[in-house]
């Protein structure tokens, strides 16, 4: 069932970004697809689709973190890159946002 919901998701993105390039915000619809996508990867770092024998869950509760300051870092860069090109000025709201809340989360490790 996972499988069918992660084809939708990849499916949904991809809708998205043509959708964004199409309308002239690629940067807006970047952003929104990692922003989503990393939720997607925290939920297979939460919940793996296949148990690993050896599973630690200290590495893992690590690579949540990473990933989910990957995923604020990332979509908060694309939303200041969308600001500075003139996308909506929402973004120079929301870019610090992210960008202080993924550092937040590299500061627990």
């Known amino acids: 069932m996972r499988a069918f919901w992660l084809t939708l998701f990849a499916i949904g993105a991809a809708v998205v970004l043509a959708f964004g ?3 002239g915000t690629p940067w807006t619809a970047s952003a929104f697809v990692v922003f989503f996508a990393s939720r997607v ?3 297979l770092v939460k ?3 296949f148990a690993a024998p050896d599973d630690d869950p200290r590495r893992r ?3 949540f973190v990473v990933v989910t300051a990957v995923g604020y870092l990332g ?3 694309l939303a200041a ?6 996308e909506g ?3 120079l709201y929301v870019a610090p946002f992210f960008l202080v809340m993924g550092a937040l989360q590299l500061a627990l490790l």
């Open 41 to 43: 990867w925290r939920s």
């Open 81 to 86: 890159i969308a600001a500075v090109a003139g």
């Open 21 to 23: 390039w199409q309308d």
């Open 61 to 63: 509760a690590t690579r």
């Open 89 to 91: 000025q929402e973004w």
């Open 75 to 77: 979509a908060g860069a």
């Open 47 to 49: 919940r793996p689709l």
